[in-house]
């Protein structure tokens, strides 16, 4: 096998003027992340809780689901779906996730559309969860309450009364890493091969301990600089709904 590798820098140092790094850093604002899509170095998952081999094989041609048309105003007519939201917090991204569930245990969660919101209020946040209702047969919606995502559930609640509220806490974290886990995995994940966000925001979930208490934990780091974890928990969100064990009804 024989690899050529090409960076960003390569290019503009060969005339490529057309690039604005300012731009690219301001829309890949994670360090590792700039380097690996446009430098061409390899994501370290050695203290992630997701291996990268494993997210690398969730990847597939989207294009080639016979029952999804991403161009139509309804992408899976009247099958139902499921939708996790995470909710932005100070500096960084709301995230929301639409999936198509797994008809059994055994069979694929598969993501159809994820939306990042930046900057926005939490109404316009609750207005981007009810326009998906409005292009998807809608069975379950599932969202994190802490801090904006209280008031934003209350108007969620409002068009969608039966939505799953998550108030976390370690054991709601572990639970929700552990069942991801598990889905990812056993190959039960399935997306875009064109999605490296999913990727990159599973690999930014680390093992720690609480401060208080020396408890074992889940974090993701989630800044101004950084806030690509969003699109994870959201993803975790949808997962959790099929509850821990699937086979025990």
């Known amino acids: 096998i024989y690899r050529q590798m090409i960076t960003v820098d390569d290019a503009i140092e060969g005339?490529?003027?057309?690039?604005?790094?300012?731009?690219?850093k301001m829309k890949y604002p994670d360090k590792e992340v700039f380097d690996n899509l446009l430098r061409c170095k390899f994501l370290d998952d050695t203290s992630s809780v997701f291996a990268l081999k494993q997210l690398m094989a969730c990847k597939v041609e989207a294009g080639d689901w016979n029952d999804v048309n991403f161009d139509s105003s309804r992408p899976v007519g009247n099958k139902q779906v499921w939708i996790g939201y995470d909710p932005s917090g100070l500096g960084d991204e709301a995230?929301?996730?639409?999936?198509?569930?797994?008809?059994?245990s055994k069979s694929a969660f598969r993501l159809v559309e994820k939306i990042r919101l930046q900057g926005v209020s939490y109404e316009q946040q609750a207005?981007?969860?009810?326009?998906?209702?409005e292009k998807y047969n809608v069975a379950e919606i599932a969202m994190d309450?802490?801090?904006?995502?209280?008031?934003?559930?209350q108007l969620v609640e409002a068009f969608f009364p039966r939505v799953m509220l998550i108030n976390y806490s370690i054991n709601t974290k572990s639970q929700m890493v552990y069942k991801a886990r598990e889905v990812i995995n056993a190959g039960r994940l399935l997306f875009d091969g064109l999605w490296d966000d999913v990727v990159h925001s599973f690999l930014m979930i680390k093992r720690a301990?609480?401060?208080r208490t020396g408890q074992s934990t889940f974090t993701a780091t989630r800044s101004k600089e950084n806030s690509h974890a969003d699109v994870a928990m959201a993803i975790m969100h949808i997962l959790i709904l099929e509850g821990v064990n699937p086979d025990v009804d």
Request: charged share 20%; glycine share 10%.
């Open 209 to 211: 301990t609480t401060a």
């Open 127 to 133: 207005k981007a969860i009810k326009d998906l209702t």
């Open 145 to 153: 309450v802490t801090g904006i995502g209280g008031p934003t559930s």
């Open 15 to 24: 005339g490529a003027d057309f690039f604005d790094m300012d731009k690219l």
């Open 95 to 104: 995230a929301v996730v639409v999936a198509l569930p797994p008809k059994t």
